[in-house]
């Protein structure tokens, strides 16, 4: 199964009519997630990198959307692109506690969590973001520590 180039990805987000401003956070939360890719190589920890970069750029593709989540994973699925999708699917916390939606992958694990790092196009610590999340909306705290157990299984 095909894995779109960066290039490709890009393209798939201005197709999509994705504004500048959220291809700005995408391409900062690629940033987290290949820094993690990074730490886990280091560690010998083998993960699809290609997928994780696709997944990153791709998580917010149909951000403008009202459940973002959803369609995202499900345009991704309609262009071919399913493991991409499935990344997409398990990235966002507005279906934390559905099966479907929960990440399981280390791949899924990573732009989970690397999305979770970047606030706009900034990065930030878990819990400036989680505060961010909190007072926009109104996210619980259960999250976060979810968020905080990946980060620990990831990055020790």
């Not at 190589?41 to 149909?62: C, N, Q, R, S, T």
């Not at 951000?63 to 071919?80: A, I, P, Q």
């Amino acid at each position: 199964m095909k894995i779109p180039t960066i290039k490709e990805c890009l393209k798939i987000m201005r197709e999509h009519n994705l504004p500048k401003h959220i291809i700005a956070h995408s391409k900062a939360v690629c940033k987290v997630a290949l820094e993690a890719v990074n730490k886990l190589e280091k560690k010998g920890i083998k993960v699809d990198k290609d997928l994780i970069v696709a997944g990153a750029l791709l998580h917010d593709v149909k951000r403008l959307d009202k459940d973002h989540v959803k369609s995202g994973s499900e345009l991704l699925e309609s262009l071919g692109l399913k493991k991409v999708a499935r990344v997409v699917k398990t990235h966002g916390l507005k279906h934390f506690e559905e099966e479907d939606f929960t990440p399981k992958t280390t791949e899924e694990k990573i732009v989970f969590y690397a999305d979770k790092r970047v606030v706009d196009d900034k990065i930030v610590s878990l819990e400036e973001r989680f505060k961010y999340l909190k007072e926009k909306y109104g996210t619980e705290d259960k999250l976060y520590y979810y968020t905080k157990k990946i980060e620990k299984e990831l990055l020790g």
